[in-house]
């Protein structure tokens, strides 16, 4: 009955509509669709197609667990009005988070399938990063921060940034951290003219697992990140700041490219007499690929939204008011951050921290109350797109061993002589680079090699030439 | 007298097809040589029988209309005569599958490769070997590695009467039960097994049950039926 004659371009089609699960399942149907699936155009053209299935990711701080959590909400166009969500909660179990270290949160969102936890360690002054790989269960701890800064200079971490570099096919991390010329300023937090505001950045990338600073003059006169949330679009990251004015400070939006790792300023539309600025709330989001931005009055009880889009990148004129919906009653008075507001494709998602979500439906123009159980009391919200889907996420406990091969690795290395001698034959300078639950894996003659041999193996990148993204390290 | 322009087209098996020229360029392959001026006699079209192409025409007919007319014919009308529609047996479909590619008919393309795609999607790996003729070239050992690496992606679902409740569970346990194991053995089904009569609350027992079980085959004790999953069994086997 089977048939043979599809064309292996149709095939793939038909395979790049499938769940992450099914896939999984049809990996061993054959050598080459396992090929096939590890192939990064194919994934690239299933993970586009995926997009339909977004489920939100939603990270917060568990606070008397002190441990990272990581809530998922189905596709919810699945959800019938009115309902209580039980978010399946996974409370991220991570050894290499010990006691002394608390955590803090996810930096920005899912990027092929790798997630940024951003920790603080007791008695650091600066937090500290991983980069954490779910899918093979991986945790990759990043260098210190390296600061210049004299001992008599305040300074802070005032936001962070994942991205992804298509170019070079590279992750990246930015830091920004804020200093000021008075040490005890930032104790008072009294406006003081003569005390200047400075801002550094500093970018890691994985491919040479190292921090460095990255020019931001074009910014450094800009007060940012803002309080609004932050957006990842096409590869550029973006914050709202504020900037000095004649007259008084404005709101503008500053990008970060990942590529070229350039810094930008985006104007924000002229609100005009429609809503007083100083009532004003907004989030930054994404809609239809562009910039968005989401605005309201908080001081009525009714809430009203205006929903304004940048049509064309950069250009201030472009942007135009696209919806203007509600009255929402029953809105709480909100108060900065804690009303957080998502955008996914038709459907606006308004998440509070007690739990309330409110869904409306743009193009049906119809609004859901649900209550979703079990959110932790502090959290941030952010969209997760990947081809390692959900149940990746439900499945996914750390590899007990894995953890601790940094410590049985440099056990054994301790033991000097006597384990070289384990190893006979014509191999020296035997490195042992890799412990789990299948046995010890070794490589000669470099560790250097070894080290990058891992690092592919651990965050996946897209390369141009198609290869296989898992390499064995043997 | 119809001022319609209409073009002329030919199946592989010789049947005539006279369609109008806005139905007809729904295919961008048609719509090139109709441009191109390659199109006034009748355009031949090999790879296509006549079966299939009248199939490829109704589907252009039906949603030309609904691009004419402004959207009366709704959104939800035209994707019900959709699903109605691609409602044909598989063979069908992988023509159909073919003919759209061949005459570059992307929303048939799209809707045809969407619907294999959920027909498959719970499928077990050796009835897609089946579906596509596809020899398996992987010693058994390495196919015993792969299915180790994604053993979460081989859980069999088992789902209660309403199909409100899904139960995951692994395919050894799922074989604890007679019929479920002769159906997986027999590949007499998909990864996801409607049970319609038994209530959620009796399949938890039994799934509770098939857990001590393995795990008691597992430690070499003897394993004991219980009365529950005899219980069980008995309906099932129906």
Same mark, same amino acid.
């Given at each position: 009955?089977?048939?043979?004659?599809?064309?292996?371009?149709?095939?793939?089609?038909?395979?790049?509509?499938?769940?992450?699960?099914?896939?999984?399942?049809?990996?061993?149907?054959?050598?080459?669709?396992?090929?096939?699936?590890?192939?990064?155009?194919?994934?690239?053209?299933?993970?586009?197609?995926?997009?339909?299935?977004?489920?939100?990711?939603?990270?917060?701080?568990?606070?008397?667990?002190?441990?990272?959590?990581?809530?998922?909400?189905? +596709?919810?166009?699945?959800?019938?009005?009115?309902?209580?969500?039980?978010?399946?909660?996974?409370? =991220?179990?991570?050894?290499?988070?010990?006691?002394?270290?608390?955590?803090?949160?996810?930096?920005?969102?899912?990027?092929?399938?790798?997630?940024?936890?951003?920790?603080?360690?007791?008695?650091?002054?600066?937090?500290?990063?991983?980069?954490?790989?779910?899918?093979?269960?991986?945790?990759?701890?990043?260098?210190?921060? @390296?600061?210049?800064?004299?001992?008599?200079?305040?300074?802070?971490?005032?936001?962070?940034?994942?991205?992804?570099?298509?170019?070079?096919?590279?992750?990246?991390?930015?830091?920004?951290?804020?200093?000021?010329?008075?040490?005890?300023?930032?104790?008072?937090?009294?406006?003081?003219?003569?005390?200047?505001?400075?801002?550094?950045?500093?970018?890691?990338?994985?491919?040479?697992?190292?921090?460095?600073?990255?020019?931001?003059?074009?910014?450094?006169?800009?007060?940012?990140? &803002?309080?609004?949330?932050?957006?990842?679009?096409?590869?550029?990251?973006?914050?709202?700041?504020?900037?000095?004015?004649?007259?008084?400070?404005?709101?503008?939006?500053?990008?970060?490219?990942?590529?070229?790792?350039?810094?930008?300023?985006?104007?924000?539309?002229?609100?005009?007499?429609?809503?007083? @600025?100083?009532?004003?709330?907004?989030? =930054?989001?994404?809609?239809?690929?562009?910039?968005? =931005?989401?605005?309201?009055?908080?001081?009525?009880?009714?809430?009203?939204?205006?929903?304004?889009?940048?049509?064309?990148?950069?250009?201030?004129?472009?942007?135009?008011?696209?919806?203007?919906?509600?009255?929402?009653?029953?809105?709480?008075?909100?108060?900065?951050?804690?009303?957080?507001?998502?955008?996914? &494709?038709?459907?606006?998602?308004?998440?509070? +921290?007690?739990?309330?979500?409110?869904?409306?439906?743009?193009?049906?123009?119809?609004?859901?109350?649900?209550?979703?159980?079990?959110?932790?009391?502090?959290?941030?919200?952010?969209?997760?797109?990947?081809?390692?889907?959900?149940?990746?996420?439900?499945?996914?406990?750390?590899?007990?061993?894995?953890?601790?091969?940094?410590?049985?690795?440099?056990?054994?290395?301790? &033991?000097?002589?006597?384990?070289?001698?384990?190893?006979?034959?014509?191999?020296?300078?035997?490195?042992?680079?890799?412990?789990?639950?299948?046995?010890?894996?070794?490589?000669?003659?470099?560790?250097?090699?070894?080290?990058?041999?891992?690092?592919?193996?651990?965050?996946?990148?897209?390369?141009?030439?198609?290869?296989?993204?898992?390499?064995?390290?043997? | 007298?119809?001022?319609?322009?209409?073009?002329?087209?030919? *199946?592989?098996?010789?049947?005539?097809?006279?369609?109008?020229?806005?139905?007809?360029?729904?295919?961008?392959? !048609?719509?090139?040589?109709?441009?191109?001026?390659?199109?006034?006699?009748?355009?031949?079209?090999?790879?296509?029988?006549?079966?299939? #192409?009248?199939?490829?025409?109704?589907?252009?007919?039906?949603?030309?209309?609904?691009?004419?007319?402004?959207?009366?014919?709704?959104?939800?009308?035209?994707?019900?005569?959709?699903?109605?529609?691609?409602?044909?047996?598989?063979?069908?479909?992988?023509?159909?599958?073919?003919?759209?590619?061949?005459?570059?008919?992307?929303? $048939? $393309?799209? #809707?045809?490769?969407?619907?294999?795609?959920?027909?498959?999607?719970?499928?077990?790996?050796?009835?897609?070997?089946?579906?596509?003729?596809?020899?398996?070239?992987?010693?058994?050992?390495?196919?015993?590695?792969?299915?180790?690496?994604?053993?979460?992606?081989?859980?069999? *679902? $088992?789902? /209660?009467? /309403?199909?409100?409740?899904?139960?995951?569970?692994?395919?050894?346990?799922?074989?604890?039960?007679?019929? !479920?194991?002769?159906?997986?053995?027999?590949?007499?089904?998909?990864?996801?097994?409607?049970?319609? /009569?038994?209530?959620?609350?009796?399949?938890?027992?039994?799934?509770?049950?098939?857990?001590?079980?393995?795990?008691?085959?597992?430690?070499? *004790?003897?394993?004991?039926?219980?009365?529950?999953?005899?219980?069980?069994?008995?309906?099932?086997?129906?």
């Amino acid at each position: 009955m089977g048939r043979s004659d599809l064309p292996q371009e149709m095939v793939e089609d038909i395979l790049s509509r499938l769940p992450a699960k099914s896939l999984k399942r049809f990996s061993c149907v054959n050598k080459s669709w396992s090929t096939l699936f590890q192939n990064p155009c194919f994934i690239a053209k299933h993970q586009h197609l995926s997009q339909k299935n977004w489920s939100i990711f939603v990270s917060g701080a568990d606070r008397e667990a002190n441990k990272p959590v990581l809530f998922l909400h189905p +596709n919810f166009d699945d959800v019938a009005a009115d309902d209580d969500f039980d978010s399946r909660g996974i409370i =991220l179990e991570s050894p290499f988070l010990e006691e002394a270290k608390k955590y803090k949160e996810f930096v920005g969102s899912c990027i092929n399938g790798i997630i940024c936890l951003k920790y603080y360690v007791e008695h650091n002054k600066i937090h500290d990063f991983a980069l954490w790989n779910p899918a093979i269960r991986e945790f990759k701890v990043l260098p210190s921060l @390296p600061i210049h800064f004299p001992s008599n200079v305040d300074y802070e971490d005032v936001g962070s940034a994942f991205g992804y570099d298509s170019n070079s096919n590279d992750f990246k991390v930015i830091t920004i951290l804020s200093y000021w010329n008075d040490p005890g300023y930032y104790v008072t937090y009294n406006w003081d003219p003569n005390v200047i505001m400075h801002t550094q950045v500093e970018v890691y990338t994985l491919s040479t697992n190292s921090w460095r600073q990255v020019d931001c003059d074009p910014v450094s006169h800009i007060n940012f990140p &803002g309080r609004f949330r932050e957006i990842y679009l096409n590869g550029v990251y973006h914050w709202s700041g504020m900037a000095p004015g004649i007259a008084k400070d404005y709101f503008v939006i500053v990008s970060f490219d990942m590529r070229n790792e350039v810094f930008g300023i985006l104007s924000m539309p002229n609100l005009g007499d429609i809503l007083d @600025p100083a009532y004003v709330w907004e989030a =930054l989001a994404v809609l239809g690929n562009c910039v968005a =931005l989401v605005v309201f009055d908080y001081r009525p009880t009714d809430k009203i939204f205006h929903i304004w889009v940048m049509r064309e990148y950069g250009i201030k004129e472009s942007w135009t008011k696209q919806y203007v919906i509600g009255p929402f009653s029953g809105i709480p008075h909100i108060a900065g951050s804690e009303l957080q507001i998502l955008l996914l &494709g038709d459907k606006i998602l308004m998440v509070e +921290n007690n739990g309330e979500v409110i869904l409306y439906n743009l193009s049906a123009q119809k609004i859901k109350n649900l209550r979703v159980r079990g959110l932790p009391s502090l959290f941030r919200a952010s969209q997760i797109m990947t081809v390692v889907e959900v149940e990746d996420f439900v499945k996914a406990q750390p590899d007990a061993i894995a953890h601790s091969a940094a410590k049985i690795i440099s056990r054994l290395k301790a &033991g000097g002589e006597k384990t070289s001698n384990l190893f006979v034959g014509d191999v020296r300078e035997a490195a042992l680079i890799g412990v789990d639950s299948l046995g010890f894996d070794l490589k000669a003659p470099s560790e250097y090699s070894a080290e990058r041999q891992l690092n592919d193996l651990l965050f996946p990148r897209i390369h141009h030439k198609p290869q296989m993204m898992k390499q064995t390290p043997k | 007298m119809s001022s319609v322009k209409k073009v002329t087209l030919k *199946s592989s098996d010789g049947e005539i097809f006279e369609v109008e020229e806005t139905v007809a360029m729904e295919s961008q392959t !048609i719509k090139g040589l109709i441009e191109d001026d390659c199109a006034d006699n009748a355009i031949p079209l090999p790879n296509v029988t006549g079966h299939i #192409l009248s199939l490829v025409i109704q589907y252009c007919k039906e949603h030309t209309s609904s691009s004419d007319s402004n959207s009366s014919k709704s959104n939800e009308k035209l994707k019900a005569w959709d699903t109605q529609f691609i409602n044909v047996d598989l063979n069908v479909l992988f023509d159909l599958i073919m003919a759209a590619n061949y005459l570059n008919v992307k929303g $048939l $393309l799209d #809707l045809t490769c969407q619907t294999v795609a959920d027909m498959i999607k719970e499928k077990t790996p050796e009835q897609i070997r089946a579906m596509f003729n596809i020899v398996n070239d992987f010693t058994p050992e390495e196919e015993e590695e792969v299915r180790r690496e994604n053993a979460w992606a081989f859980e069999i *679902s $088992l789902k /209660n009467n /309403n199909v409100v409740d899904t139960f995951e569970v692994e395919e050894s346990m799922a074989k604890e039960l007679q019929t !479920i194991k002769n159906m997986i053995e027999d590949n007499y089904t998909d990864s996801v097994i409607p049970l319609h /009569n038994v209530t959620s609350d009796i399949l938890e027992l039994v799934i509770e049950d098939c857990k001590k079980h393995v795990e008691a085959a597992e430690s070499e *004790s003897e394993p004991s039926y219980s009365l529950a999953s005899k219980l069980i069994d008995d309906p099932l086997k129906a």
